[in-house]
């Protein structure tokens, strides 16, 4: 059912998705305050049992380098970079002392015989830490940006509830059938939002169905165009300020505002997780790092940003050539993959490692 009135339409959270122009990270998100982070207090000791394992060639001190994702500083220390939050220490003697920058010193150091990472702010930790004022864009992202902002102009994946929401393309203003850079269209479902709000115009295009179940969870959306609320009203106008494809009747509108906090930890789900990859963005069959897959599970599922999950390639069904029959080989781990935006009933996630390529609904489950 397409919106009428203001309070019938829901704010599009999958805006961030779609500007990459605007997207900004930090690393972190604990209090200043707080002691070490731990399995127990994230929720996940259920699911990540064992302790973490320090890297075989673990410094005993880092040099945050300009260039640096948490991820990476994380796989320095750590055989499995998802246990970060297990040995990142707070000092509460820092500004920020949650946020990592280049030119910081990071330490591993023990207490009560537990490997911890603590930091000093770009001097020896000989010497008292220094508070120092640095801009919050300048700290080390969680995951590598250009990897994010990408995958913005491949498509998107808009959910199904969503999508029968969001305001839509009426008609076109003047004799046109379609529309384009420098043309007025009329939408519906703006009503209340400020001129001068700008939006990004989509296609709703194929639907995206659960493996599970063939139930339709969402839609491909395609970005066609841009464009600024020049009248309010029932219907509102829009100008087309810049276009990809030609806008035409039913395309649905996305404020072009930002809703992408990258501000987590990568960490093991609080929950046992079990599903698939739905679709990868970008067109491409086989899937390698860094880029951006869709999963059909979300916060519903207790997946959330910053979730690690494991990839496995399905075991392929095989003759016994000797004893006769057929045997179903395991499914065997093939990569990693880090949640960075999460919804009701899909995720997004960046593929951080693939040790063979991996492919649309292989199976995610808890990292191991």
Known sequence: MFPSKPESRMPARIAAALVAAALTMTAGNVSSSEPPLTGATLGASAFALQAPALAPDAPTEYVVQDGDTLWDIAGTFLRDPWFWPEIWYV??????????????????????????????????????????????????????????????????????????????LLEVRGDHLVASAGNDVYVRGVEGDATGTRYLVVHIGDPLRDPDNNRVVGYHGLLVAQGTLRRDGDPG???????????RRGDRLIPATVDLPLNFFPKAP???????????????????????????????????????????????????????????????????????????????????????????????????
């Open 237 to 247: 106008m829009v100008a087309l300020t810049a276009s990809n494809r030609e806008a």
């Open 270 to 368: 609080s929950t046992q997780i079990e599903g698939r990859i739905m679709a990868v963005i970008g067109g491409v069959t086989q899937i390698g790092q860094y880029q951006v897959v869709v999963m059909n599970r979300g916060t519903s599922d207790g997946l959330g940003e910053g979730d690690v999950l494991t990839v496995f390639k399905a075991g392929e069904k095989i003759r016994d050539r000797f004893g006769g029959g057929n045997v179903q080989l395991p499914d065997e781990p093939a990569g990693t993959v880090m949640i960075f935006k999460s919804y009701d009933e899909i995720s997004y996630g960046l593929v951080m490692e693939a040790t063979e390529p991996l492919h649309i609904h292989d199976a995610v489950r808890n990292p191991i």
């Open 91 to 168: 000092n509460p003697e820092i500004v920020n002392p949650h946020l990592i920058y280049p030119g910081d010193v990071l330490a591993l150091v023990y207490i009560d015989g537990q490997p911890r990472v603590t930091t000093a702010r770009g001097s020896s930790l000989r010497l008292s830490p220094e508070a120092r004022i640095t801009p919050l864009d300048e700290a080390v992202t969680s995951i590598p940006f250009e990897s994010i902002a990408a995958f913005l102009t491949g498509g998107n994946i808009i959910e199904r509830r969503e999508a029968d929401r969001l305001p839509y």
